[in-house]
C-alpha cells in the first residue's frame, strides 16, 4: 500500500497540533536560534568544459554570507560567490560541515557542493547551448 500527500483539491483529516503563530512568522536567518556567518574560499584545480578533456586551473571564488536554523546541525543558507567574472546569490542547506548551495539565473544556473572533508564541485548550466562547465577542487 502507497501513501501519499493529499492532491491540491483534496481534504485532508490530519491534525495540524504546532502553533503557526507570530513566533513561526518572526523567524528568520536574522532571528534563528543558531546563527552561524559563512566565509568560504574556495580553490578549484580541475576545470571540466563540455565535450571538452579537463584542464588545469586556478579558479578561487569566495563564499560569505549568513546561515541559521533550529539547530547547529542543520542550517539554511543565504550567500553571495565573488569570482573575478561575476557575483552570485546561492541559497542552500548546511548539515555539519557538508554545504550544498544553489543559484544564479535562468541563463546561467549554479550548483556548489562541500563534503564534509572540504572536497568540492561546482557546475555552472548554461541555458543557451546547452552547456556546462565543472569545477573540482576544495572549499574551506
Same mark, same amino acid.
Given at each position: ?15 495540524? !497540533?504546532?502553533? !503557526? ?39 578561487? #571564488?569566495?563564499? /560569505? ?6 539547530? #547547529? !546541525? ?42 564534509? /572533508?572540504?572536497? /568540492? ?6 541555458? !543557451? ?12
Amino acid at each position: 500500500m502507497m501513501a501519499c500527500a493529499p492532491a491540491l483539491a483534496q481534504v485532508s483529516d490530519a491534525v495540524d !497540533d504546532h502553533d !503557526d503563530g507570530a513566533a513561526a512568522e518572526s523567524l528568520t536567518l536574522d532571528t534563528a536560534p543558531f546563527r552561524q556567518e559563512v566565509a568560504i574560499t574556495c580553490d578549484f584545480k580541475t576545470e571540466c568544459v563540455e565535450d571538452e578533456p579537463c584542464t588545469e586551473t586556478e579558479f578561487k #571564488p569566495q563564499i /560569505t554570507g549568513i546561515a541559521g536554523g533550529l539547530t #547547529p !546541525d542543520d542550517l539554511v543558507v543565504q550567500s553571495t560567490m565573488t569570482t573575478d567574472a561575476e557575483t552570485v546569490e546561492l541559497l542552500g542547506v548546511k548539515s555539519g560541515k557538508a554545504l550544498s548551495l544553489s543559484g544564479g539565473s535562468f541563463a546561467a544556473r549554479h550548483l556548489l557542493s562541500i563534503t564534509e /572533508t572540504g572536497a /568540492t564541485r561546482y557546475t555552472v548550466h548554461y541555458a !543557451d547551448g546547452p552547456f556546462v562547465i565543472s569545477y573540482l577542487g576544495t572549499c574551506n
